[in-house]
């Protein structure tokens, strides 16, 4: 996951606007809500599919009041997560991964699953292993 974020507030994700600066011939529209360019403030804040899974998870009154429309992708991350408690970051973290495995699965498969069910099953499995994680044994080192 920190991979992930750390690619995505670096503008290092194949976003269509980011494979046409590197010559690749592709469309520049979103290819999840097809409305505008493909980059990732668009396909993670802006794009209308986007939104209804932020609303979905309950996060989207607090990104709303944190987003700066003029600003930069990982400008606005950083400081929707400054405003968010440990619960909310991992949420947050999630969305964004399930967005973009949605976005990937289209792109590269014509898979259209519905984001929130992605992200549903996602968070599921991950409160799961952390569940799992708090509750197994520890292993002394003797």
């Not at 469309?27 to 409305?35: G, L, R, T």
């Amino acid at each position: 996951m920190n991979n992930f974020l750390w690619r995505a507030c670096c503008n290092c994700l194949p976003t269509r606007v980011r494979l046409q600066t590197k010559g690749v011939r592709c469309p520049d529209h979103c290819a999840v809500c097809y409305d505008s360019v493909e980059d990732n403030s668009r396909l993670f804040c802006m794009c209308s599919k986007s939104v209804l899974c932020w609303q979905h998870t309950g996060l989207l009154s607090d990104l709303m009041v944190v987003i700066n429309h003029d600003a930069n992708f990982s400008t606005n991350v950083f400081a929707i997560l400054q405003h968010m408690n440990q619960q909310q970051k991992q949420v947050f973290g999630l969305t964004l991964w399930s967005i973009w495995k949605h976005r990937n699965n289209k792109v590269m498969n014509n898979i259209t699953q519905s984001i929130c069910e992605w992200e549903d099953s996602l968070l599921t499995s991950w409160m799961s292993a952390q569940t799992m994680h708090i509750h197994a044994p520890r292993q002394s080192n003797t």
